[in-house]
């Protein structure tokens, strides 16, 4: 479980694809990745200015077994 971090990981230079890649390498058969987040375009969202990365239902949970 990620509660409110994900929105804070720097996108550039591939930073949030290397932690999404190192969350599904350890992640075991089955298992879910989830992640609690404001809403890419909601208020809240935009009230932190240290929030660089706007998701929205089609990362918030996903499962190993879609990528394998």
């Keep these: ?14 930073i949030f694809i290397n932690f999404m890649n190192e969350a599904w390498r350890i992640l075991k058969p089955g298992g879910e990745f989830i ?8 208020v809240g969202m935009f009230r932190d200015p240290t929030h660089c990365n706007f998701l929205n239902e089609h990362i918030n949970r996903l499962s190993y077994s879609q990528y394998q």
């Design 35 to 42: 992640i609690g987040c404001p809403y890419a375009t909601s």
């Design 1 to 14: 479980v990620s509660n409110h971090v994900v929105e804070h990981i720097n996108p550039s230079h591939g």
